[in-house]
């Protein structure tokens, strides 16, 4: 891995289950309910020099629920929600398509739709990441699987419930629990 010496280091977050609470297709402020500890679990991130990435699957619009325009609405704002509490979200990733529900041009089997690692690999080249010293928190196998095709070194899994067939770094039942890892990760 020597190709990452001196590069960034990220904390990937998935966005439905991660960031909010995922009630199915969230697309406006009033269904958007951030996940009791992100705050914090962003500021302690920041503190330790990650870099903030969301890379999250959009299959809403690829069936027809919402719009790109209605999404990038939404992240607008949530962007400015963590910027008034001084966190920053360095950058968002998001994959509109579907494989088999997509309509029209977003019926499509993306590279960039997880479990494939296209958007976290795209974050790595955009931001010089290292994906050695990179963490990723997801709330799905998907989530895993895409973060260790990319060769991101740490998975965490929030969910109550293991699930068989996913073998993430560590699984958490709720964010705080992420915080000693990153800490103890933070300099290696």
């Not at 966005?15 to 679990?41: A, P, Q, S």
């Not at 001084?86 to 960039?112: A, M, Q, R, W």
């Not at 690999?121 to 196998?141: E, F, T, V």
Request: charged fraction near 20%; glycine fraction near 6%; include cysteine.
């Amino acid at each position: 891995m020597s190709q990452y010496k001196n590069r960034n280091k990220a904390l990937f977050l998935d966005r439905d289950g991660v960031i909010n609470i995922d009630y199915g297709y969230v697309h406006t402020r009033e269904k958007f309910v951030f996940v009791e500890g992100i705050f914090n679990l962003l500021q302690i991130s920041q503190s330790l020099g990650y870099k903030a990435i969301i890379v999250t699957n959009q299959a809403g619009i690829a069936r027809g629920y919402y719009s790109e325009a209605d999404l990038n609405k939404l992240h607008s704002w949530m962007i400015s929600v963590f910027k008034s509490r001084n966190l920053v979200i360095d950058d968002i990733y998001y994959c509109p398509f579907h494989p088999t529900e997509g309509k029209g041009h977003y019926l499509s089997d993306s590279y960039d739709r997880k479990p494939k690692p296209g958007m976290i690999c795209k974050a790595i080249s955009h931001h010089a990441i290292d994906p050695s010293r990179s963490i990723l928190i997801g709330n799905s196998p998907s989530d895993i699987i895409a973060a260790q095709a990319s060769e991101v070194s740490t998975s965490i899994l929030l969910s109550p419930t293991t699930h068989l067939g996913c073998l993430p770094s560590y699984q958490i039942s709720h964010l705080t629990h992420a915080i000693p890892i990153l800490i103890a990760l933070a300099d290696c």
